[in-house]
């Protein structure tokens, strides 16, 4: 009997992974849906006291400050019956020069072209968030970073002609920049977010820490090829062995020159225009009441709370609010998270909550800081399909009442 050779058909290959904007398309559609419902909400609230929801989103605040850029460039100032002095040159330019770029080629005002940016950047930064979380986590994850970013209680900035919404899209596409090994990418878009926010440094930083840790990593793993090519070498050829490469790559080293340029282009330019050299522009904040102590004054802005009873509530939810995000921050930590999250998170926690600036700016502050939902992300990915839709649901109805009474109300200074 003649043994019959058995094949068996090898298993088919796995289709290739759809294109990361096809995968990102569940978390968009949920995004829009919940700034959607946010915005009427807005509308209806408004109208039924008398106020423009238009207007809101527009012309108040920050907005107001971006719109006179746009339209008259830099220049003006107010000073208060203090003696401070509120300069525009606090406001960084890149959203101004979209607004006067889009009002160009557009009939839209200077105000309405901002809100437009906004909102297409919002898209932008959901898509952002969920490459840096599905790219960490996984998708399902990165489906709920991007909705937990999209039901914080102040989400409602995300679509104001505020720079918040464009500060996280560059911000997070950098990061996912550095995650996927793109250097040059990650420079140019830390460029262009040191030119959107005082913040911007914390981009940078990732930046400079991500090539430093690839550096050491690269001149370790070299180290160690030359220690194994030396132990094989053959007899008489070890000393040519021992030398180890240098791990020079090019891209990297131009990622990490570009990063600082916008940042550091305009803090000078400041300077240079005011007169103050390189601190010229901490003596702009400065006349702003803007300035990093530590946490200092914030602290005594919740100790103060705790004077009277009804605003014992608010400070002992201040403090509830704090230990939260740090809670969070170190759950990062201990997950793993990439060192480039936990540099950039960082900074961006440490420059919201210890700088002595508007307390009510504090929580939009905070807004960029989106890689610490991450552990929130993960826990609600792991419930059920059903009741994750429906916190979710849950958690969008209560941003969207809270975001139409804070713009009816006291706002986002």
Known sequence: MTDLETRVAAPPAPPPPAPLPRRAVPALV?????RVLGLVVLAVWSAARGKSAL??????????WYTRVAELGYGYQVRLPNGDVHSDLAFFPLLPWLERGLHAVTPLSYAHAGLVVSLVASLAAAAGIYAVAEHVYGRRVGVCAVLLWAVLPVAVVQSMAYSESLFTALAAWALYALLTGRWVSAGLLAALAGLTRPVGGAVVAAVWTAAAISFVRERSAARKDGVRRTAHAPSGTAGASTRVPFPFTL???LGVLIAPLGAAGYVLWVGRRTGGGPFG????????RNGFDGGYAFARFVADKFTSFPSALAGAGLIAGVALLLWLYVSGVRRGQPVELLVYTGIVLALALCASSYFGSKPRL?????????????ALARLRTSRSA?????????????????LNGSGPP
Do not use: M
């Not at 649901?393 to 139409?404: C, E, R, T």
């Open 30 to 34: 949920g995004y829009a849906a919940v």
């Open 55 to 64: 207007t809101l989103l527009t012309a108040r605040w920050d907005s107001l």
């Open 251 to 253: 891209r990297r080293l």
């Open 281 to 288: 522009y901490l003596d702009v904040q400065a006349g702003w």
């Open 366 to 378: 905070l807004l960029p800081a989106f890689p610490v939902l991450l552990p929130l992300a993960e």
């Open 390 to 406: 429906l916190v979710t649901a849950a958690l969008a109805i209560v941003s969207a009442v809270y975001g139409a009474f804070w």
